[in-house]
Structure formats: C-alpha cells, structure tokens
C-alpha cells in the first residue's frame, strides 16, 4: 500500500460561537483544496450552529473539534497537536485566504525554512508588508495571517497571554535563531479591530520583550510604542 504523504499546508482556524464567519472563512479556503492542504478547526464549544456548519462542510475539513478551552492560543494549541501540514497558517474571523505559494512554499520545505513570511491585505485597501530586522524585538513585525510556520520548528503558544502569545511565539523562534524567508506573496485578507492591540496587549509585548530580549530591548519598545502613539495623535490634531 502506497504511503499517505502529509500535506504541505494545514490551515488552522479557531472559532466560537461565529458560524457565519466560520463558513465564509472555509469557502475562501476550499477553492485552493488539494491534497497539499488540510483544513484543522478548533472550535470552543459554540452552541450556535457552529456543529452544524462543520458536519455539514464532511470532508472539507480534515479534522475539527467543538470543546470548551481556555482562550484563543490554548485553542490553537490544541489544533497545532494534530496538524499534519509541514506548514501552519492561522485563519481566524475576519480572514480570507486570496493565495497560496505553492512553489515557493516547496521550495521552503526542502530548504527546511522555519518562518516563512508573506503579505497580507488590511481591511482589502492596505498592504502589510513583513519585516526581519532589530525592530522585530520591538513589535509585532511578521503578520499572523501572512506566516507560514514549519509545523517541527513550532514552539507552541503560551496561554498564559490573552492576547500576544503569538508575538511571544514569533520572539521564541527568533530567539532561538530559527531561519526565515521573505515572500512577496498576499495570502490573506484580515478585517482589522482585533484584540492584539488593546493596552493589554501593549503590556503583554513588553513582558514578552522582557522576558526574551532583556531589559534594555524592553525600554526601546517602550519608546517605540511612545513614538506611534504621539504620531496617531498629532495626525488626529491636524484632521
């Protein structure tokens, strides 16, 4: 018997209580289908019809789930546990997937490129751009929708962060001199007004710089976030 290989891409969507949105995120997912690509769902046991949606989507969707969790990364955790695609991409609500690099995404894998970073579209008008530098132990510099994570490089999100594990999760690989590659690709549409940038959240980068960059980093991220503060508010002076 013929081995089954694993796919390239495992698209991992975590949801609760947003069947709507749950549905419109797998109809932009299905058109790319192939056996290169797995859809995982992770739901937090939704009582909206969510249960519903999923029996009825069969076997579009490689695997899903419908439990309680702890929050939004220990629901990724979850999905990270029995994905099989050598990459991970993260589609939540509010996103649409417009592409997949196959080509180049293959290339990655024989190169064994841990981080692969494409372009996301912000609310279809602006284009986020990724970017490696110093500032990515500052920021958020890499966009979620738009990273490709090699599945054995993964290093899990802490659920301890309610709303920046995943930046924490980026700092880990760098950290951990994990290696990257830049692609010019736009592979999402991400609806903006998500959580990451409350002021929770602005506390949670800098534990996370602290604790993975040190002391020194933590004040340059405190300046940074300084500096793009009092720029959104001269710009709100002058409209």
Not at 58 to 70: I, K, L, N
């Amino acid at each position: 018997m013929a081995k089954v290989m694993d796919p390239l891409v495992t698209i991992l969507v975590v949801v609760f209580r947003d069947r709507d949105e749950l549905l419109k995120i797998v109809q932009s997912v299905i058109p790319f289908l192939r056996s290169e690509l797995e859809i995982v769902v992770v739901d937090g046991f939704s009582q909206d019809g969510t249960v519903e949606v999923l029996e009825e989507l069969g076997d579009r969707v490689a695997y899903w789930v419908s439990e309680p969790d702890r929050g939004i990364y220990d629901a990724m955790n979850k999905g990270l546990r029995v994905s099989r695609g050598t990459y991970i991409l993260h589609l939540n609500a509010g996103d649409r997937l417009l592409e997949v690099p196959w080509d180049d995404l293959r290339r990655c894998a024989a190169d064994r490129i841990d981080v692969v970073c494409c372009r996301v579209l912000l609310d279809s008008r602006e284009k986020f751009v990724c970017r490696t530098s110093l500032l990515s132990k500052l920021d958020n510099t890499w966009h979620h929708q738009g990273t490709f994570y090699r599945r054995a490089a993964h290093l899990g999100y802490d659920a301890s962060y309610r709303m920046a594990a995943d930046f924490d999760h980026n700092q880990r690989l760098l950290r951990n001199g994990c290696t990257i590659r830049d692609l010019p690709a736009i592979v999402a549409d991400h609806e903006g007004g998500g959580i990451s940038m409350l002021e929770t959240g602005h506390k949670e980068i800098y534990r996370s710089v602290r604790a993975n960059f040190g002391p020194l980093y933590l004040q340059l991220s405190r300046l940074r976030f300084g500096l793009l503060d009092l720029r959104r508010w001269l710009r709100a002076k002058v409209q």
